[in-house]
């Protein structure tokens, strides 16, 4: 018989404190002033009371990058950032293209155990676009791929992405775009405006993602498929599936923490912390998207946790990797560019950070309401304290954060799967695992 | 002044003219029969390049040593950067040497920058990717104001691959501190994006800016970007672009053609008029010489006045 827990007075989605009791990995009760003698309690006063976070869009690197990540230190990192549930990339060597490397995700998920991990199965075979990956087979696996991307590359070919969108409707699929043209971004550096002008950095233009995302949007209704955007980055793609939505055609986004809080002026220190693809946009793009996840045009905040090792960051911007570590800072960079702005509550946080990637990804154990009878996934979140982002406390492998030395409020204080605890005290339970991830 | 010389920006307009004082102070001595200075003797400065460029090395290094400066060259071919040796590795072996000054020429926009957080020593950029060569348009105002004097008011038109020219960049930066008007002129596909952010006019029509330049400056165009469909041909470019016999004839008597080389004669100038009187081609040359020695005297801060005045 496991612990029970009795997690006191703690401010469920910010809302009038309650007791809540953990018992057999469900949330027994709700109530004020609860009694439970055998449970052991945790101080939940001040405490934020969320559903587990579900990241739909996180870079484990293993199979074949374990010196940046992997599997458990990336799940590690995911406790530690409130996470109960993430989807792990499908860009691996080998590529995540068949029913085997999602397996073996699946099972090395399961085995470090602190949090689920869903495998995203790529679109096309070697993430080359040419080819479809044996989708089916993915979906038929163990690991019940629903989420297929060639995420760190586009579906250019239009027909492929066609064909892709089309298939996955026999096993209520989605497709996961990576909206990049490549034409217009061959060698891109960083958002292509005054600062590329000024700094002699290629330019990656907005139209390269909006010009995807508006034809994807088309494919998608005229196939009648669900479409869901990766990574939105510009003003203009909020517009165009603000559009979409508008039409009633299945179309979801997401947004990553780092593009609501951090803007291109920042290339100017020619530091490549702040590379990442889509690049960093404009103060406008940062304002247009904050809007977007606040009315719900944009469905969700995902990580995009891209671990690199510390010599692929140590360079020239040019010859440096792209991309950010995120699971350990998303709930404060979402506090500090949502809530502490009055864009979005904490009801608000739960339904982008929880509910809707989990429906998005098709899970049905993760990203529940906190009520009696729902799967004990919780995270307890404390937003009262601000203090400097030092990555060498980081959990995860890498440290590529752009955020180090920077004040963030908030603080992951306990993080449960399924009546368990990951996260107690703001620290990572030693030895956990779990039975391993369900839908 | 800034410890290091990265950008054009990084001079405020009283530092921009004590380079250039300096500079005409230096210029005297290299009319002498001994043209060596002992200023920074004992001093060592690192010539770091990672892109090919004798012209530029030649002169930083005859700058250098006409200051007495100890002078070591270091070029990315045969050394261990080939061999995948990080930047920061070398930016270290450098300070472990104890360089003084280092001066880096380097094919990614920004590395510059990058070494000057990890080396003690002053940088220079000799030309940093498409971003910035700031002792390029340092010479070039030099040159304009020799022959031109002051530089308030004057009109300067810049001709060519503005898009990836890192001369255009620092000559923008530089010329508007100083005083003076740019207009830049290319097709449109050859600016950024955003040049209407800089400080300076954008046309597409170099005909209606020749009449009132005092000085046009051409910048090399690789025929090759024509693969990229910045323009059809070599020969439309030249047609709309080029400078030739007809369009130096619109310039005002007192109008110089200036040229940062390397030049492809006969894309964005005939050979006539690069060899012209009105050109100031190999002026810049000599030039570049003495001003990268101010810009070296007033870096390393050398122990003795640049000319044996007061200090």
């Known amino acids: 018989m496991s612990t029970s827990y009795l997690i006191r007075g703690a401010r469920i989605l910010g809302h009038t404190p309650a007791d809540i009791l953990i018992r057999d990995g469900e949330i027994a009760e709700i109530a004020p002033g609860l009694d439970a003698p055998t449970a052991q309690e945790i101080d939940g006063s001040g405490l934020i009371a969320l559903p587990g976070l579900v990241d739909l869009h996180t870079h484990l690197r293993e199979p074949g990058r374990e010196d940046a990540e992997t599997v458990e230190s990336g799940t590690r990192a995911a406790a530690r950032g409130g996470y109960t549930a993430v989807f792990a990339m499908a860009n691996t060597s080998p590529v995540a293209d068949t029913a085997g490397v999602v397996e073996q995700v699946l099972r090395l998920g399961a085995q470090a155990g602190y949090c689920d991990v869903h495998p995203v199965g790529a679109v096309t075979r070697g993430l080359e676009g040419k080819q479809l990956a044996e989708l089916g087979a993915m979906a038929d696996s163990a690991a019940r791929v629903r989420v297929f991307s060639d995420d760190g590359h586009c579906v250019d070919d239009a027909v492929i992405m066609r064909r892709a969108l089309e298939y996955v409707k026999a096993f209520d699929g989605v497709v996961a775009q990576h909206a990049q043209e490549p034409r217009l971004t061959e060698g891109a550096q960083m958002n292509e405006g005054v600062m590329s002008g000024r700094l002699g950095l290629h330019g990656w233009p907005a139209v390269a993602e909006e010009a995807i995302v508006a034809r994807d949007c088309l494919l998608a209704a005229h196939v009648g498929s669900r479409l869901h955007v990766c990574h939105v980055s510009t003003a203009g793609s909020v517009e165009i599936i603000r559009w979409a939505k508008g039409k009633g055609w299945q179309v979801t986004a997401e947004v990553t923490p780092h593009h609501l809080l951090l803007d291109d002026t920042l290339a100017g220190s020619y530091d490549p912390i702040y590379k990442v693809n889509p690049p960093l946009r404009t103060k406008d793009d940062v304002r247009a998207l904050r809007e977007a996840l606040a009315d719900g045009t944009i469905d969700c905040v995902a990580t995009d946790h891209a671990p690199h090792t510390l010599e692929t960051k140590e360079t020239e911007w040019a010859e440096a990797t792209m991309g950010m570590v995120g699971l350990e800072t998303a709930l404060s960079v979402v506090q500090e560019a949502m809530v502490d702005t009055g864009l979005l509550d904490w009801a608000g946080v739960a339904d982008r950070m929880s509910y809707r990637p989990a429906r998005i990804g098709r899970l049905n154990g993760q990203g529940r309401t906190l009520d009696q009878g729902s799967p004990a996934n919780i995270t307890l979140y404390d937003p009262r304290p601000r203090a400097l982002v030092d990555p060498s406390g980081f959990a995860s492998k890498s440290r590529n954060t752009p955020y180090r030395g920077r004040e963030l409020p908030g603080r992951v204080v306990a993080t449960f799967l399924r009546g368990r605890p990951t996260v107690l005290d703001g620290g990572l339970v030693p030895n956990f695992s779990t039975s391993g991830a369900t839908r | ?311």
């Open chain 2, 1 to 311: 002044m800034n410890r290091h010389l990265i950008s054009a920006a990084d001079l405020s307009k009283d530092d921009a003219l004590l380079i250039l004082d300096t500079a005409e102070e230096l210029a005297q001595v290299s009319g002498r029969s001994i043209k060596k200075l002992p200023t920074l003797r004992g001093r060592t400065v690192v010539n770091l390049f990672f892109e090919d460029s004798t012209r530029t090395r030649i002169s930083f290094e005859a700058a250098a040593k006409r200051l007495s400066a100890d002078v070591i060259n270091f070029s990315a071919k045969g050394s261990s950067v080939s061999k995948g040796e990080s930047l920061k590795d070398t930016a270290l072996t450098l300070e472990a040497m104890g360089a003084d000054g280092v001066v880096i020429r380097h094919g990614a926009s920004g590395a510059p920058h990058r070494l000057s957080g990890w080396v003690q020593g002053s940088v220079v950029n000799a030309g940093d990717g498409t971003h910035e060569h700031p002792t390029q348009a340092l010479l070039d105002a030099f040159t304009m104001r020799r022959r031109l004097g002051n530089l308030d008011g004057r009109k300067v038109t810049i001709v060519g691959d503005i898009l990836h020219s890192r001369v255009a960049r620092s000559n923008v930066l530089l010329l508007h501190t100083l005083g003076a008007e740019v207009t830049l002129v290319a097709p449109p596909t050859l600016f950024p994006v955003a040049v209407d952010s800089w400080p300076c006019d954008v046309s597409y029509d170099l005909d209606a800016e020749l009449p009132k330049s005092d000085v046009v400056m051409m910048l090399r165009v690789q025929a090759e970007r024509m693969n990229a469909a910045y323009f059809p041909t070599a020969r439309e470019y030249s047609r709309r672009y080029g400078l030739d016999g007809r369009r130096v004839d619109m310039l005002p008597e007192h109008a110089i053609v200036m040229h940062p080389g390397p030049m492809v004669r006969g894309m964005e100038i005939t050979p006539e008029i690069a060899d012209s009187p009105r050109s100031t081609i190999v002026e810049q040359v000599a030039n570049g010489v003495t001003t990268r020695m101010a810009v070296l005297y007033l870096l390393l801060g050398g122990s003795e006045s640049a000319i044996g005045g007061t200090e």
